[in-house]
């Protein structure tokens, strides 16, 4: 049976489609919603909506979903203006209607259907409406008194972010979406436009905090300000002027809650969650919210197991929704870093910047487009991005694919056996421009567990030079790098699958640290180096480097990450240090820059050297995303090539934001802000997302590792897949014949021609 008596708090889309549908599947329903504001107030103009959502109006209430049809304008293309320069893309297929407009077709639609709308009327407290209603349907917005009254249930967490924005309108229709910047005396400014009916726009103007201070606007009122914005964007505007709706500027904040009922309350749209504006889906959200709340009821026995199925089908859909949306507002928030791309690159960074448009499906968009961005990037015809060479020295990768370092954890005495001749020489065959070894540590205390591989003695420069040679000759044209490093803390554990950074039962060795510091609670606390332990280390690293470089590695990387001996010293979580090597970040970095230098120095000077670095602790009071800028700044001035861009495993108790591409962005940053090339990590699986971050001039390679354990021969199967045959790759001779999908049995049986009666 569902609810029967229900309370809405909140008149916004996401209250009234809620109502409007809770009460269309069972008109018993007794249905009040409570708005504080008039029926005619609205705040921001125009709304956007993806066809998707619009399939879910149209089976669940095809009367609403004919009155927004009728209303919508409809529109393809997106133009980027950047510096004068005007970049469109089209084929993307945007549908807007006026904010008030969709608030009268949900007003008429809940009259309709009888439930009580009740404005001007702020709504009871939650508590008291919970105990006379079968449910409360808590839909107020990014500010919601709802949640916050409840927060030890809901445990909400708020972030306020670094741009002020105001939403605004104009008197005239965009022909497409449309993206400019404008570079001023105080800064970049921003505007986003489209339109919402055939005679109107929405116009948000957006900028840093700073920039927006440093301009006065702090200082302007509401119709000053206004006024400001449409000089500064005169020529886009064809010097129309811009008009406001109660408009102010205010700060973007992201809204998570761990939980999103309590009892028979349960939360919707903004008081649920927010989606930054760039991506347009706040109204999208709380109608798709509405959706599913009202399907669950319908579906499920009881309230609460229709609450539990709600949050448990929509939180993976917002989360992954909330991950787009973060990386388009940081973008924004960055657009500095990439003014000075060429403006048609510019463009497609920014039609990428979510992750959700790829440049696969802008070339199905828009090829003549997508076409335009890979020659301007110098991809010859018919050539991915991904399938480009990069020269580091005198090493020309012939592309932008790296097999990441990955311990196999199957060494014996830190020698390299046939499992890793097979492992890492099949991934060589598999056609990556660039094959990394796991981290091959520099002495036996060095070691993270007795299966780690070495490079501490004659022996075990034998055995890699049997595996560099096996790369060279039978698969020419790959790179086989080799990642020089050492434990700290983090040795003298278990292998991987017998208990990750747990120490051994027995057997363990001593271990030593920028600090006498444990990894966690049970591990080993190891002994702080001495001055002259730490030249006796950098000795350590260079007598491994030079058995690299006879064992044959094309390029050298120094494991500066994750927690390890060298990241130990740049953390401050990790180094505590009262001497010259502990305390500001230049005294932290002295000790990784010594041994770097002292390596550089015995490495062969014509291969290049890489070096990787955890760009964040994801911890309070660790490195962080300018740190890292810093960091990987003092590497590029003593001679690094390249950074290779990882996040995290420095402390214990990190809390990292997992998700696809999630580490990138720190490459990205650093990349474009210093001019230093770059490797990015960090769930990167399809070659369509290589091919994105490698063309919009976010990453310079890409480093896979899991996708390599599924697939050894990933980037063959890349280039098959996009029918590239050209020198970036280069099937092995005996594999040649499965360079096309094999035949598989027929799916598509002929469909019956004929219905006959019976």
């Known amino acids: 049976m569902g609810p029967l008596r229900v309370a809405v708090i909140g008149g916004g889309p996401g209250g009234l489609y809620a109502a409007a549908l809770l009460k269309r599947l069972d008109p018993r329903r007794d249905i009040t919603v409570w708005e504080r504001n008039a029926p005619d107030d609205t705040f921001g103009f125009g709304v956007v909506l ?61 009259r309709q259907l009888g439930v009580n709308l009740r404005f001007r009327s702020p709504a009871p407290p939650a508590a008291d409406l919970a105990r006379d209603h079968d449910l409360v349907v808590a839909a107020d917005g990014v500010r919601s008194a709802t949640r916050e009254a409840h927060a030890d249930a809901f445990r909400p967490r708020v972030e306020e972010h670094r741009c002020r924005y105001i939403w605004l309108a104009a008197d005239f229709a965009f022909d497409a979406f449309r993206f400019e910047t404008a570079e001023t005396e105080h800064g970049v400014m921003q505007l986003h436009g489209y339109p919402y009916t055939g005679g109107d726009s929405t116009v948000i103007v957006e900028m840093r905090e700073e920039v927006w201070r440093a301009a006065g606007f702090d200082a302007l009122d509401a119709p000053e300000s206004v006024e400001r914005c449409a000089k500064i964007f005169t020529e886009a505007l064809g010097g129309r002027a811009l008009r406001s709706n109660n408009s102010a500027w205010t700060a973007f904040r992201t809204v998570v809650n761990e939980k999103w009922s309590h009892g028979n309350i349960v939360l919707v749209g903004d008081s649920a969650h927010t989606a930054h504006f760039s991506i347009g889906s706040g109204t999208k959200l709380a ?130 056996g046939d499992f890793h001749l097979v492992h890492l020489g099949a991934r060589a065959l598999g056609g990556a421009g660039l094959v990394m070894t796991e981290m091959v540590c520099v002495s036996p205390e060095g070691r993270i567990t007795p299966g780690c591989g070495g490079l501490y003695t004659a022996e075990q420069a034998a055995a890699w030079r049997r595996i560099t040679e096996f790369a060279h000759t039978q698969a020419p044209g790959t790179a086989v790098g080799v990642q020089l490093g050492h434990s700290g803390r983090k040795g003298s554990t278990k292998l991987m699958w ?33 001055r002259d332990e730490l030249a006796d280390v950098r000795k350590q690293f260079t007598s491994a480097a030079l058995r690299a470089a006879d064992a044959g590695f094309d390029l050298l990387e120094l494991h500066c990450a994750h927690g390890y001996l060298l990241s130990g010293f740049l953390s401050p979580l990790s180094n505590q240090r009262t001497d010259a090597y502990g305390g500001p970040l230049a005294n932290r970095l002295r000790f990784p820059l010594e041994v770097f230098d002292a390596v550089r120095d015995v490495w062969p000077g014509d291969r290049p050297m890489t070096v990787r670095i955890s760009a964040t602790d994801w911890a309070e009071g660790g490195t962080d995303a300018n740190d890292a800028v810093e960091i990987a700044r003092a590497f590029a001035a003593h001679g690094a090539d390249a950074i290779d861009v990882s996040t995290g495993q420095v402390v214990a108790d990190e809390k990292p934001a997992y998700g696809r591409s999630y580490q990138v962005p720190f490459a990205d940053r650093i990349r474009n802000e210093t001019g230093i090339p770059v490797i990015s990590v960090g769930a990167i699986s399809s070659w369509d997302d290589v091919n994105s971050l490698i063309l919009a001039g976010r990453t310079d390679l890409c480093a896979l590792a899991r996708p390599h354990l599924y697939d050894p021969h990933w980037t063959l199967h890349a280039a098959a897949e996009q029918g590239y045959t050209g020198p970036g790759v280069a099937w092995p001779k005996p594999y040649e014949a499965g360079s096309r999908p094999p035949q598989t049995g027929r799916l598509d049986a002929p469909k019956p021609r004929l219905t006959l009666g019976g």
């Open 287 to 416: 109608v798709e919210d509405a959706l599913a709340l009202a399907a669950c009821l319908q579906e499920q026995p009881t309230t609460a197991e229709a609450l539990a199925a709600y949050e448990a089908e929509r939180r993976p859909v917002v989360a992954s929704t909330q991950r787009a949306a973060r990386a388009s507002l940081e973008w924004f928030e960055n657009i500095g870093l990439y003014l000075d791309q060429p403006a048609r690159q510019f463009a497609f960074n920014l039609l990428t910047r979510s992750r959700r448009v790829t440049h696969g499906n802008l070339r199905l968009r828009d090829p003549r487009f997508t076409e335009a961005v890979e020659r301007d990037f110098g991809c010859p015809p018919g050539t991915p991005p991904m399938f480009t060479p990069l020269t580091l020295r005198d090493l020309t990768l012939r592309n932008r694919v790296v097999v990441s370092p990955m311990d196999m954890y199957s060494a014996r005495a830190g020698v390299p």
């Open 498 to 530: 017998e208990g990750i950074d747990e120490p051994l039962a027995e057997g363990n060795w001593p271990l030593v640290a920028a600090s006498p510091l444990p990894y966690k609670p049970g591990s080993q606390t190891p002994r702080e180096l001495t």
């Open 50 to 110: 993806s066809d998707e959502t619009l399939g879910g109006i149209e089976h669940a209430d095809p009367v609403v979903h004919a009155a927004l049809q009728a209303e919508f304008v409809r529109w393809d293309d997106i133009d980027v203006v950047h510096r004068g320069t005007r970049h469109t893309s089209g084929g993307h297929g945007f549908a807007a209607l006026g904010r008030r407009r969709l608030l009268e077709i949900l007003h008429e639609r809940c």
